[in-house]
């Protein structure tokens, strides 16, 4: 089942803070399975966004980005 991406983003004079919540099941590379083998690192590492065919967002992430949790105020 596919979920919505929910992306806010408020702009205060030349800085503009962006809030994204994707679904995706995260795995950091560092968490063993119950046999004891590392689990496979598996994340988001870039998002773009583009508004009306034109870039205004790049981001790199890393494995430390939060899994999918609950988010009552989203």
Do not use: Y
Request: charged fraction near 20%.
């Amino acid at each position: 089942m596919t979920q919505a991406t929910i992306i806010r983003a408020k702009a205060q004079g030349e800085r503009t803070t962006v809030r994204v919540l994707m679904a995706h099941e995260m795995e950091s590379g560092q968490r063993k399975d119950t046999a004891g083998r590392t689990v496979p690192a598996w994340f988001i590492r870039e998002v773009s966004v583009a508004l009306n065919g034109r870039p205004v967002l790049s981001a790199q992430w890393g494995p430390s980005v939060a899994k999918n949790r609950s988010c009552s105020s989203c």
